[in-house]
């Protein structure tokens, strides 16, 4: 089955600088790729998400790659604000086993400090 | 409009009792999916309902797991009788479930086997 490694497990940045954070996935037939934000005591939420057929979407500040030929993503965070303060997972899904079926990452701690 | 709800948000039980999780998913949405984060690991998928049936259960981690679905709304999840390995958070998430909807996660439930 789908194995999703994602690192770093903590992420210190300063106020304004870039965090990446990166996923690697093990099933080549995965072809969706959210990415979800979960702040202290709150829901995990969808920020950002990638299908197969494109290897990049732009949010604003979040940014997501994708290189299906090496089986990895990334999560891309510019000027950083301390509000961006949360934990971050990454998942992936095969829709031959299910389209929602998520498959997370053990997630980031990503700390911003002003 | 309501998101994903769930009951109650902690529960602190002893080894060997019971304990009912519940779920009320955001209207209309026919996929209901419980998944559950253990310390410092992964989110785990747990089970998978469309509507009031089982589509997939493979994450469930053994018999003393139920999970019902009755009537396609709101669904449960006993553990019967609690060991100390099932604490974690167990989140429950709805979708529309056609390619490209997100799945909408409740704030969990934080369980705790003493």
């Known amino acids: 089955g789908e194995n999703v490694e994602q690192h770093p497990s903590t992420l210190s940045v300063q106020e304004g600088d870039s965090a990446v954070i990166k996923c690697t996935y093990s099933?080549?037939?995965?072809?969706?790729f959210p990415w979800y934000k979960q702040e202290l005591g709150k829901r995990p939420q969808l920020i950002i998400d990638?299908?197969?057929?494109?290897g990049e979407k732009k949010d604003q500040r979040i940014a997501v790659t994708l290189n299906k030929t090496a089986k990895h993503f990334s999560l891309h965070i510019t000027e950083t604000q301390p509000e961006d303060s949360a934990v971050y997972f990454c998942?992936?899904?095969?829709?031959?086993?299910?389209?929602?079926?998520?498959?997370f990452g053990t997630g980031t701690r990503l700390l911003v400090s002003p | 409009e309501a998101g994903v709800t769930q009951f109650p948000s902690h529960s602190v039980i002893e080894k060997g009792q019971t304990v009912t999780l519940r779920c009320d998913p955001i209207?209309?949405?026919?996929?209901l999916y419980w998944y559950r984060r253990v310390m410092g690991k992964e989110i785990k998928f747990l089970l998978h309902?469309?509507?009031?049936?089982?589509?997939?259960e493979s994450g469930m981690p053994n018999n003393r797991f139920l999970a019902e679905r009755t009537g396609g709304t709101y669904s449960t999840l006993k553990v019967q009788p609690a060991e100390l390995e099932d604490s974690g958070v167990y989140f429950c998430?709805?979708?529309?479930?056609?390619?490209?909807?997100?799945?909408?996660f409740g704030q969990g439930t934080r369980l705790t086997v003493v």
């Open positions: 998430a709805s979708s529309l479930g056609r390619e490209g909807t997100e799945a909408f």
């Open positions: 099933d080549s037939a995965s072809n969706y």
């Open positions: 990638i299908r197969s057929n494109v």
């Open positions: 998942a992936a899904s095969n829709p031959n086993t299910g389209f929602q079926k998520l498959v």
């Open positions: 209207s209309g949405h026919d996929n």
């Open positions: 309902f469309v509507k009031e049936s089982k589509q997939d």
